[in-house]
């Protein structure tokens, strides 16, 4: 029997961003039959789903919940919609075409978990997926399904709408709750983390978007029947955000554990211009490479990191065979070193540093010791950082080296970019 | 320059929303910036005021923030991605041919006060319409180096609506998502 999607599935409905379309399709009948629920039961019903959180470290969502200490109130929900890793654009697919359905989960997850304030912290980019989100609260308020005493059922909840401007280490829980009090998006020391003392040091469940979409499915069919989607470490669906050299790029949404293969070459279409598959990252910039053997893996985050890299955020990027590794890898650690925060020594000066050897590679003068000094960089980075973006800035470069330091080599020894003629004359 | 009475308002309405006052420091920010198109000291110090916090707090975040912009600009602001999901289609050379059909640097602002461009090595979001860029907060996808002749072109008018109405003629159609799994029930 052919499973249909869940989260994407009413998505070709005209107006579905509206209440009222919303509704026809189905929609808040999940936040009512939670209501109908007790909060403790709806707790045990995500853990017994096994969902698992989409924003990128894939940590179950029941178990997040359970660590909130009892009887400590207030207590917050705040969604993370801060999506900012190169290769990702889901959450603002989910955003855009379904808003409603995003609010309906932060309900659910809050009512779940007793709190009656809840956040969505969006990425300042995402200027119309934020007015989409805004009307959205302003219809649900109006239908009585934000507000005291929310249908009646003796519940008060209210949602406010935060706006980020600009700066991807809010990504990261701890940063994001930082920002949210108003300071430098700087991340915390954890333990204790976001459940015992998160937003105004009161306890916090911090939930990605494409996550909470999941729970009104969830809530209206069963965790047997989530459980029966997916993997059985891998309950249910992702969307696939698919870019770089592919026919077809956009957001797919698979069961969890189908093969690479049929991400990349039916729904994608396969590699454009008829030309051979090179490499390509399963989870976003952050993620190790992997090679056009490992095509046959599948989409879940525990096969992913079986076969040396991560799911993450669930991101597929594709590099055809012209692809030039070591400038892919330099945009990355670039990219790594302008968010960098500063907090931290080893990220600060690591990732400028690294970013200073792959410049000077690109432009023909890298020196041969200069392969081997990424990788001690980068060892001197990961694990050594505060929080995991400095250890994400050296996962894809020193997999590249692994994988292909002839390319490297190649570049000192040429003295410049053997796939590149011209490079980047108005590129930062 | 003062801030308006509205945003002033605004800003003290939005402190009172939070559970703390400081909450409201990023939002303030915006609120200044969408009066008056940029954030001065002299603005930040307003804010201060209004929130009853230290001007040196609102420095201390307006500073981390990259959209925060701390002078004027051109009237409509392009940004294009330069990360490496749009590096692999073809951005480099869709950033060459703006900075050509501009006449002006990266970060700079043309001569007629219309545009200020920049290339950012910062995602945007938009990996799946490679090559983009950001036209006064709406995303412009699948670049060709004609559509950005059309684009150019509608922001050099002087009496040009922000992105959002450029944008709405000529964003391609919307993608329906594939979505075919096929699962077998043993």
Known sequence: MPVKPLLTKDFATEGLAQLKVYERSGGYSGFKKALETQPDDLVELVKKSGLRGRGGAGFPTGSKWSFLPKGVYPRYLVCNADESEPGCFKDRYLIENS???????????SYAIGCNLAFIYIRGEYLPQHDALEA?????????YIGRNVLGKGYDIDVILHRGAGAYICGEETALLTSLEGYRGEPRLKPPFPAIKGLYGKPTVVNNVETVCNLPHIVLNGAD??????TPTGSGTRLWCMSGHVNRPGNYEMENGTPIRELIEEQGGGVWKNRKLKAFQPGGASMMVLLPEHLDVGLDFDAIQKAGSLAGAGAIVVMDETTCMVDAARRYVKFFHHESCGKC????????????????MEAGEAKPADIDLLLDIGYGI??????????????FPRSVIKFFRDEFQQHISEKGCPFKKSVQEAVA | MPLANSTVEHIRDLAARYPSK??????????????????????MAEIAEHLGLPSSLIEATASFYSMFLTKPEGRHDVVICVNAPCMLRGADEMAAYLQRALGVRDGQTTS???ITWHSTIECLGACGGAPMMQVDHHFEENLTEER???????????????????????????????????????
């Not at chain 2, 400081?22 to 603005?43: C, D, F, M, R």
């Open chain 1, 345 to 360: 020594t080893p990220c600060r000066e690591g990732t400028f540093w690294m970013a200073n050897i792959f410049d000077a």
């Open chain 2, 148 to 186: 950005i002749d059309t684009i150019v072109e509608r922001l050099r008018q002087p009496g040009a609506a922000g992105g959002g109405a450029v944008v709405a003629a000529a964003e391609p159609p919307k993608r329906k998502v594939a979505a075919k799994r096929v699962r077998t029930e043993n």
């Open chain 1, 99 to 109: 808003p409603h359905q995003v609010l309906e989960g932060i309900l659910i997850a």
């Open chain 2, 22 to 43: 400081q909450s409201a420091i990023i939002p303030a920010l915006w609120a200044v910036q969408h009066e008056q198109g940029y954030v001065t000291k002299e603005a």
């Open chain 1, 225 to 230: 029947w989530f459980k029966a989607i997916g």
């Open chain 1, 382 to 395: 990961d694990g050594r950082s505060f929080c995991p973006l400095g250890d994400a800035s050296t996962w």
């Open chain 1, 136 to 144: 959205a609260i302003a219809e649900a308020r109006q239908a009585g």
């Open chain 2, 112 to 114: 007629d006060g219309a």
